[in-house]
């Protein structure tokens, strides 16, 4: 197993019992981001959130640990 490999299976552990606080991190990024940029760019940070939680969610192969 690669250093790599151990690591993914690391994160893809901590999503699976902590999805719902990962994808609050992730939603308040997002957000704070809004906030800097007066919404400016809301769409944008609103598909990168999704793209985010998207990537993490699918590293065990489901898409079904962050709401």
């Known amino acids: 197993m690669s250093m790599f490999d151990d690591i ?3 994160v893809s552990g901590l999503i699976d019992s902590q999805g ?11 957000d704070m981001v809004d906030e800097k940029t007066g919404g400016q760019y809301a769409d ?7 793209a985010a939680k998207d990537a993490l969610d699918g590293l ?5 640990d962050i709401p």
Do not use: C, L, T
Not at 20 to 30: F, S, T
Not at 60 to 64: A, F, M, P, V
């Open 8 to 10: 993914k299976n690391k």
């Open 20 to 30: 719902d606080k990962v994808g609050e991190g992730i939603d308040k990024a997002g």
């Open 44 to 50: 944008k940070v609103d598909q990168g959130q999704q």
């Open 60 to 64: 065990d192969g489901q898409n079904d």
